[in-house]
């Protein structure tokens, strides 16, 4: 008969991997947010790759933060590492500017959008989604501080841990308005030999 030690895994290993783990949900928070403020002042055409892209990415964004600041005790989030090593945690959102009392908050309101609408379809709202969402009180500003903070606090973490940053490129977005300006050459160009 296998011991329960030899199945469980130690809890130092558990917290390590959940650093790991949560830095990579924000690492893809960031850059989803870098690529969404990379698309402002780019206009979908119809119902184009850009608007696809977008709702894809907000949709991916929601789904990572939900993910992430889900306060369970079957789950390995960030209350978890909280939770697990409070004093780092600490150190590690204090240098980041993130405000844990806030997150606690942006929780809360994200659990209700989940519960309601993005993962499970309320019955009672499904005749108005987009008053949950309205209802959690929550702005692009607010969402887009969370992540950043986030972001910034797991790589300290990941740092004082691993002793070296998250790694990963840093995408600047840039390529958005490049692709943009493609597309409306190609529909001028296309305009153009259509009038001749």
């Known amino acids: ?47 184009d790759f850009f608007r696809v892209a977008l709702n894809a990415m907000k949709d991916a964004r929601l789904s990572r933060l939900i993910r992430v600041l889900e ?5 390995a989030s960030f209350w978890y590492l909280l939770k697990c090593n409070t004093p780092q945690v600490d150190r590690a959102s204090k240098k ?24 499970h379809i309320d019955k009672d709202g499904v005749f108005e989604p987009q008053a949950l969402y309205k209802a959690a009180g929550l702005t692009y500003e607010q969402i887009d ?15 004082e841990v691993f002793g070296q940053a998250v790694q990963g490129d ?20 296309r305009q153009k030999t259509s009038n001749y």
């Open 96 to 119: 980041a500017k993130l405000d844990l009392v806030e997150l606690k908050a942006v929780a809360a309101s994200l659990k209700g959008i989940r519960d309601k609408t993005f993962v």
């Open 71 to 75: 306060d369970d005790s079957q789950t």
């Open 145 to 159: 501080r969370i992540i950043r903070s986030l972001w910034g606090t797991m790589n300290n973490l990941h740092m």
């Open 170 to 189: 840093a995408y600047d977005s840039s390529d958005i308005k490049a692709f943009a300006k493609l597309r409306d050459d190609a529909l001028l160009c």
């Open 1 to 47: 008969m296998e011991s329960q030690m030899t199945t469980a895994r130690a809890p130092d290993s558990r917290y390590k991997r959940t650093v790991e783990r949560i830095a990579a949900e924000a690492y893809w928070l960031k850059t989803y947010q870098d690529a969404m403020a990379g698309m402002v002042g780019v206009e979908a055409i119809g119902l």
